[in-house]
């Protein structure tokens, strides 16, 4: 992977969505195997969708703390590229997976104050990327794709020396700013890129790829400017 800027649109769930998103440019597409999202993907939905992708872009399966046997399933009809753990997946469990199955392994981790970061060179040792998402509020049934962004200064800085992906309410209009502040080598939207809750829009998916695309280039231009 380039050092560019990597946009990941995730919880796809139609061909026409997954067609806009690969049209548009995304370098990862993510598909989700969590059955309390509005985003879960059956097994035979991720066959079909996961052939139509061919090799335009990268397919993330993102999981909830399944088991090897459900990992397997989505694996062998997925055939993704990479392995997105979303929920309370402990640094030995990312071993497990990572080695069980001989794949690149995302960890997202939740993000709400300074003491969440904590965990980081623990995860940093054991998976390819880490994913910062938005804390969800103590009632949530889900860990993620809740439309909330979290405070970005906390990553200022940060280099837990893997690549991280930003996640949390991300939309076309806060991108700049959230890549401005935090550096990430990637991001990721799901709800952002909605109408309804699963329901994604293609306009939003464009103008979210376009966006992050224009704001990664300029502030690379103005780092090089800033260092001649």
Known sequence: ???????????????????VALDAGADLVGFVFFEPSPRHLGIEAARTLG???KDRAKKVALTVDAADDEIARIVEALRPDILQLHGRETPDRV????????LPVIKALPIAERADLSPIHLYAKVADWLLFDARPPREATR????????????????????PFM????????????????TSARAVDVSSGVERAPGEKDPEKIRAFVGTARAAASMLAARTTMSTA
């Open 166 to 181: 930003l996640s949390g309410g991300l939309d076309a209009g806060n991108v700049v700013e959230a890549l401005r502040t």
């Open 1 to 19: 992977m380039s050092m560019s800027l990597l946009v990941k649109i995730c919880g796809l769930k139609t061909p026409e969505a997954l067609d």
């Open 95 to 102: 071993v497990v997976v990572r080695t069980r199955f001989g």
């Open 143 to 162: 860990p993620g794709g809740l439309g909330t962004p979290f405070d970005w200064t906390l990553l200022r800085g940060a280099d837990p020396g893997i």
């Open 51 to 53: 052939v139509r992708v």
